[in-house]
């Protein structure tokens, strides 16, 4: 039956589609109104010392296969020692049956540590070492896509997120195939491209600078939105300005700005509750490996940052129950985080030495 009632979305629930998975969420607001009676977290301490000797990711430490970690001063990558993909690997039996499908699994892993210092994440590094972290992530992929057919940058920060190491780093996985995300990003991005004519990210974007509902961050080559179809409370999403097929492709100054988008943003999400802010974040561009001299228009790079936490530093949102059984599911509108988050100082609230300061952006 229908309602009487004027829809408004901050009050009533509805559904949203994500174009890039091909998929319905539910936004339920008026349940932010509902009292908290559920787990709460313990705060995890984010006083760290910029040196642990027994930390292995440390400068001069030695890791759990017995290699020696060097005395490292800027962005170090190395092979990491418990991979999940092996380049070398038997193929398993094909099966003609299509219940019991089985296919090769190939790849190399990698750990990037951002800073010699356990205590100096994104939010606090200067934008000079952020670019060296966006010129290390270039150089893994050029090297590894190459051979490889996608390569999947990811940070995991915090436990909260099930990081088991505090140190700044992040993993680099490249495998010879297409993860699920990716492919069905893929397909979706060129369907969208083959109707319209026009890459989706792109359209999208400039449909996002007209509203100003979202936004978060806007700088000369970046914009930094909620996503309409976010699922994880203040989830964002980064896009380039000018279409940009791969991480590769980003010029000297694409890649000095994106640093700054980068550390605004960190630093937005520690002031929010006041916490080192969890999150796990990483990059989408077009696959990679011998077959990427294929039209690869459609796809636009872009960054997606989904940071668990919902009402304060230790109440959390647990994909569960519905999300796993049904649709994802948010209570907090899109529009409503993007204001919080737009709202937010540039200026760190514990570490305010650290920010940006207007004059240091040009």
Request: charged share 25%; with cysteine; hydrophobic share 35%.
């Amino acid at each position: 039956m229908a309602s009487s009632q004027t829809f408004d979305p901050t009050e009533h629930q509805h559904i949203r589609y994500n174009p890039l998975k091909g998929e319905w969420v539910l936004i339920s607001p008026h349940r932010m109104k509902r009292p908290w009676g559920g787990h709460v977290e313990p705060l995890e301490d984010d006083d760290l010392p910029e040196y642990d000797p027994s930390n292995p990711l440390c400068p001069g430490n030695t890791r759990a296969n017995g290699e020696l970690t060097p005395k490292y001063e800027k962005t170090f990558c190395f092979d990491n020692d418990f991979p999940a993909l092996l380049e070398d690997a038997p193929s398993p039996p094909k099966s003609d049956d299509p219940l019991f499908c089985m296919d090769s699994a190939r790849g190399k892993c990698k750990v990037m540590c951002f800073h010699p210092k356990s205590n100096v994440t994104i939010a606090l590094m200067k934008t000079s070492e952020i670019v060296e972290v966006i010129k290390q992530w270039i150089n893994e992929m050029l090297d590894l896509g190459r051979k490889w057919t996608w390569v999947q940058i990811f940070e995991n920060r915090g436990a909260l997120m099930g990081c088991s190491n505090a140190h700044p780093h992040c993993q680099i996985w490249a495998s010879s195939y297409l993860p699920n995300e990716a492919r069905a990003k893929d397909r979706l991005l060129s369907d969208y491209y083959r109707k319209k004519g026009n890459p989706l990210l792109v359209d999208y974007m400039q449909k996002e600078l007209l509203k100003k509902e979202r936004i978060v961050i806007d700088n000369r080559d970046w914009l930094v939105v909620v996503p309409f179809w976010a699922v994880w409370p203040f989830e964002t999403m980064v896009l380039p300005k000018k279409q940009v097929q791969r991480m590769q492709n980003l010029t000297k100054t694409q890649q000095e700005s994106l640093a700054i988008v980068m550390k605004k943003l960190c630093t937005k999400y520690d002031n929010l509750f006041k916490c080192s802010f969890p999150y796990s974040m990483g990059w989408h561009g077009a696959p990679t490996g011998p077959d990427s001299n294929k039209d690869c228009s459609y796809w636009t790079f872009h960054g997606i940052y989904l940071p668990p936490l919902l009402r304060s530093a230790n109440i959390k949102k647990h994909i569960a129950g519905y999300e796993l059984l049904a649709q994802p599911q948010r209570d907090l509108t899109p529009e409503q985080a993007a204001e919080k988050m737009r709202n937010l100082s540039d200026l760190h609230y514990k570490h305010p030495e650290t920010s940006i300061y207007p004059d240091e952006e040009n």
